[in-house]
């Protein structure tokens, strides 16, 4: 995948910078530590600039973001509810649950947005729920840039200063990605665990 991701970017500038980072918005699996670094390092030996990667990946990931948001307005909590009213015994999951999970990302939601952005993984699907609690789209478009910018301005700024060695730096990102999904994980087990044996004692 890495080979494939380099030549496009290779082959189409600009343009192939931003296609990928929005690919990699909306199908997670594809690393935009990848297309980060390498696009810093392609200012090295290209007539790509820094701020010329940093605004098209920007954009990609933007665009790549508004679609998943677009995607959690149509999954929305009135949806959610409708689903819980009908299998809700089997998830052992009330209506309750999901507004106060909805009333929760209303307040915190914009800071969530923001720092999830540099989350691997997370910063892709956090669109979704954003987009399910109705965030304002004009709050959501400010927050996912900006969260979005620090994310792509470290990446190709480490990719120009390591030139050829970029791909160390993707090494490095990997292990940082490993330990966010372990805490992903730790998380969502801590909280499910803590989440049915609250059920339990109120059944």
């Given at each position: 995948?890495?080979?494939w991701?380099?030549d ?14 929005a690919v ?5 699996p594809?690393?935009?530590e990848?297309i ?5 390092f ?7 600039t820094?701020p010329?990667v940093i605004?098209?990946a920007t ?20 949806r959610?509810e409708?689903i ?7 998830l052992?999951?009330k209506?309750e649950?999901i507004?106060?999970?909805d009333?929760w ?16 993984l997370?910063?892709?699907?956090i669109?979704?729920p ?14 996912t840039t900006?969260?979005?910018l620090?994310?792509?301005i470290?990446?190709?700024a480490v990719?120009?200063a390591?030139?050829?060695s ?16 372990a805490?992903?994980?730790?998380a969502?087990?801590a909280?499910l ?8 004692k109120?059944?």
């Amino acid at each position: 995948m890495e080979n494939w991701i380099t030549d496009i970017m290779e082959k189409f500038g600009y343009v192939g910078i931003m296609l990928m980072i929005a690919v990699e918005n909306v199908f997670p699996p594809i690393p935009s530590e990848v297309i980060l670094t390498f696009g810093g390092f392609m200012t090295t030996y290209s007539k790509l600039t820094v701020p010329g990667v940093i605004i098209a990946a920007t954009i990609g990931s933007v665009v790549g973001a508004v679609i998943l948001y677009g995607i959690g307005r149509l999954l929305d909590v009135e949806r959610l509810e409708k689903i819980v009213d009908r299998w809700g015994h089997i998830l052992r999951v009330k209506k309750e649950d999901i507004r106060k999970a909805d009333a929760w990302f209303d307040k915190y939601g914009y800071w969530t947005v923001l720092f999830c952005r540099m989350i691997p993984l997370i910063r892709s699907l956090i669109s979704i729920p954003a987009g399910m609690s109705n965030m304002k789209f004009g709050m959501f478009l400010l927050f996912t840039t900006i969260g979005t910018l620090i994310w792509n301005i470290i990446l190709v700024a480490v990719g120009a200063a390591v030139g050829d060695s970029w791909e160390n730096i993707v090494a490095f990102m990997d292990v940082y990605s490993n330990i966010a999904y372990a805490v992903i994980a730790v998380a969502v087990i801590a909280f499910l665990f803590i989440f049915f044996r609250k059920r339990r004692k109120s059944a």
